[in-house]
């Protein structure tokens, strides 16, 4: 596997923390491969394109979505706990608005043409602000904010934020997504041939990693 070129696209959504999670734990599956050169790409998905551009109120959107405040508390604590054991520190009652993630994927597309390094970072400042900080992420100024601390060209962001650059673009890529089945995320893509779903343990996603790049090819029943 030494220098060999591998590609993994994650699709995921900035708001879904099962995907903070799956961010993680690649993190460290690529840490078990070390002798492997991987190219990490961020692909866009939408939990939920109805929620309207400027938001919605969090609280309500969660009742509105599992219709209990005991079924919401339970699914927290889960990810409180299995937050921890990856290093982030969820803080679910900091978040106030559940935004649309549109312009936050056309920031994360941007970032990708500037430097692929920068992409991963801006993605991970986009997790960090919306599960820890509670920040609102559909906000442009925010959006900005997160531009400026990946080390982006903030004035050219700040100019194509109010425009619909990108829009179809993204939105092209969401319909490619559910066109190959993605039903849910994050779908981790090797090499363009064989797909890994939800937030895998970080030694079944290296396992995966490796057999993938090893020219292992699943069979199809």
Not at 166 to 195: H, M, S, W
Request: glycine residues 6%; charged residues 25%.
């Amino acid at each position: 596997m030494a220098d060999k070129k591998f590609t993994i696209d994650v699709v995921s959504d900035v708001v879904c923390p099962w995907c903070f999670l799956g961010r993680k734990r690649l993190e460290n599956a690529l840490a078990l491969n070390p002798d492997l050169d991987v190219a990490v790409n961020w692909r866009p998905f939408q939990l939920d394109p109805s929620i309207p551009r400027q938001g919605k109120d969090r609280n309500r959107y969660m009742q509105e979505k599992f219709g209990s405040s005991d079924r919401i508390f339970e699914i927290h604590q889960q990810l409180i706990e299995l937050g921890k054991e990856a290093g982030i520190e969820f803080d679910f009652e900091a978040i106030q608005i559940s935004p649309n993630t549109l312009d936050a994927h056309r920031l994360i597309r941007w970032a990708s043409q500037a430097n692929p390094n920068v992409q991963d970072k801006v993605v991970g400042i986009l997790f960090s602000y919306y599960f820890e900080q509670g920040k609102n992420i559909g906000d442009h100024q925010i959006l900005l904010e997160a531009a400026e601390e990946a080390g982006m060209d903030v004035a050219i962001v700040a100019s194509l934020l109010p425009t619909d650059a990108d829009t179809v673009g993204v939105q092209q890529e969401i319909d490619t997504a559910n066109q190959i089945g993605v039903r849910g995320v994050p779908c981790f893509i090797l090499d363009q041939k064989y797909a890994v779903m939800g937030a895998q343990s970080a030694d079944a996603l290296a396992d995966a990693i490796r057999q993938t790049a090893d020219g292992f090819e699943p069979r199809h029943v």
